[in-house]
């Protein structure tokens, strides 16, 4: 691919393809509880792994300067494999064993040379564009979680289908990132230097930014790994004759991919309205939809997927904004270790929120399991109010905030 437009759409549909990988076990979570009694905490343990395993790569990338050293379509196709192997070994091994569980951390360190790098290479055609790009990057990331659900719908499937295809589409992305032609602003990533780390919560405006961030992954990646769980659980109560169909792994597929629309307009009205606004917004809205969902737990199907692809948009809406904005305030020469602790911090708090859905729901019920996880995007909100009124917040969007 030599035009830039090219470019992009060809490392959108690697990152489409690869990031399938994320969520390939959650995908078929139900068919496995099934079929091997698995409890909420190896449910939980599937996803929280690949979290724990993202931070762990992220950590180890940054510090190595990985992306730097290595030519980043390389690094890029070297990751994809990694996490195609270990993804496929889901289906050699005991999935009720914690054997699972490791190869799930595997795929979550091979996935840091997914995404990061897909940004970095993004970066190599970025101009005024950067927003622009960041948004197509976070819609295929979305794409690529959502896929497993998409696969994992068509009924009648074996469960070691869908995890297979998942590896052999990151497999096709590792091919395929090869052809891609870097743009000319290749630059070194600023040095993570974890002596300063600590500057993100010392810093007030970084600091609020940070807080801003961590409320909104209380809730995303504890919603997108327990929302199908909810949909199928939610549609056998409203008609038991649905159980074991395959609507509900299609309606999680779709409000998960419902966020790719959400980035792409999250990122658009950010560069118009400013950033803290539309993160704001995005996190009352979100945070709405999280009481509401259990609400309607066992009403209309049609009723509670409305509600829930609502709930879809809104909690990826502010995604990329919370890594532009610490961008924008802190100092260039630590923006690459502002990142990675906002990064890790963030995705640490996605272990706690997985692995608290199951027992709540044990003790509540679905009908307030969700509500826990309002209270992220709320304090979310919160710091970002506060950080709009903070001096500093004239950095962010140049000058919209």
Known sequence: MTTKAGAIALLALCEVLAMSLWFAASAVAPQLKALYHLDGLHQ??????????????????????????????RLFCAAALLGAAANAGMVLVDPAGWGAVALRL?????????????????????????GLLVGILVAALVLGSAS???????????????????????????????????????????????AVALHALRDPALRLANFGYFGHMWELYAMWAWIGVFLEASFRAADPGLAGTPWARLATFAVIGAGA??????GWFADRWGRTRLTIGAMLASGTCAVLAGTLFG??????????????????????????????????SVTGTMVTAQTCIGFLLTIVSIHLIPPVVALVGWHFAFAVLAVGPLLGAWAMARLRRHPESVLLAGGRR
């Open 261 to 266: 629309v959400g980035s792409l307009l999250g």
């Open 44 to 73: 939980a343990a599937f996803a929280s792994a690949v979290a724990l395993g993202f931070v762990v790569g992220t950590l180890a990338s940054a510090m190595l300067g990985l992306a730097d050293r290595l030519d980043p379509r």
């Open 299 to 332: 009403a209309s199907p049609w009723l509670v997927v409305a509600l829930c692809l609502v709930w879809g948009v809104t909690v990826v809406a502010d995604s990329a904004q919370f890594s532009a904005s610490v961008m924008e305030l802190a100092d260039p």
């Open 106 to 130: 595997v795929v979550g360190i091979s996935a840091a040379g997914l995404y990061p790098v897909g940004m970095k290479l993004a970066s190599t055609w970025a101009t005024t564009d950067m």
């Open 148 to 194: 497993s659900f998409l696969v994992a719908g068509f009924g009648g499937l074996a469960w070691q289908t869908p995890v297979l295809a998942s590896s052999a589409c990151a497999v096709l992305a590792g091919g395929l990132i090869l052809f891609l032609r870097l743009g000319p602003r290749l630059a070194r990533a600023a040095a993570f230097r974890p």
